[in-house]
T-cell receptor
Framework: DAGITQSPRYKITETGRQVTLMCHQT?????MFWYRQDLGHGLRLIYY???????DKGEVPDGYVVSRSKTENFPLTLESATRSQTSVYFC?????????????FGPGTRLTVT | DAKTTQPTSMDCAEGRAANLPCNHS???????VYWYRQIHSQGPQYIIH???NNETNEMASLIITEDRKSSTLILPHATLRDTAVYYC??????????FGGGTRLMVKP
């Protein structure tokens, strides 16, 4: 299906485990983003990517690793999960242009770290 | 990016216009105003954006004051499905979006 998808939609893991959240978009958008949203709060940018093999830190990158070997995929890895990383994670994609930042968001992954 | 200030919550009757205000008194001349909304448990959804002129699309209208220090998002005929958190964001081209707390709009029957 066209659009942006995330997997898994729900994940429970234990402290110290490595977890990878997947994001896939079919629009061939150049930019992709990872946000986290803690209960009752707004979104915070973790990492973003302007193109394949180009990534950059956002507001809260510590504890996360990203890669982008293909334009359509942007996985987010928690190398050693902590309880503070319990959150809802949203992936987004966009074609940034002059004044344009219309981001299209995935459905989210709800991650619980026990 | 300009700091934006929005009311924490608002109510609106179904079928009536919902007018959501946003103050951005420190906005710069080339800084856009973006609006997104987030329906419960879903990813945010782009609504509309503008620079100086008022804008309208199939979802909403955006009215920006002449001094650009504030704007209003208008949903002309609110439905129950418009119940969501609405984010007003000041955006410089090339920067990243910064989502604040937003306004929780409750559309009531």
């Amino acid at each position: 299906d066209a659009g942006i998808t995330q997997s898994p939609r729900y994940k429970i893991t234990e402290t110290g485990r490595q977890v990878t959240l997947m994001c896939h978009q079919t629009w061939s958008h150049s930019y992709m983003f990872w946000y986290r949203q803690d209960l009752g709060h707004g979104l915070r940018l973790i990492y973003y990517s302007a193109a394949a093999d180009i990534t950059d830190k956002g507001e809260v990158p510590d504890g996360y690793v990203v890669s982008r070997s293909k334009t359509e995929n942007f996985p987010l890895t928690l190398e050693s999960a902590t309880r503070s990383q319990t959150s809802v994670y949203f992936c987004a994609s966009s074609e940034l242009g002059q004044g344009a930042n219309e981001q299209y968001f995935g459905p989210g992954t709800r991650l619980t770290v026990t | 990016d300009a700091k934006t200030t929005q009311p924490t919550s608002m109510d609106c009757a179904e079928g009536r216009a919902a007018n959501l205000p946003c103050n951005h008194s420190t906005i710069s001349g080339n800084e856009y105003v973006y609006w997104y909304r987030q329906i419960h448990s879903q990813g945010p959804q782009y609504i509309i954006h503008g620079l100086k002129n008022n804008e309208t699309n199939e979802m909403a209208s955006l009215i920006i004051t002449e001094d650009r220090k504030s704007s209003t998002l208008i949903l002309p005929h609110a439905t129950l499905r418009d119940t969501a958190v609405y984010y007003c964001i000041g955006y410089f081209a090339g920067n990243m979006l910064t989502f604040g707390g937003g306004t929780r709009l409750m559309v009531k029957p």
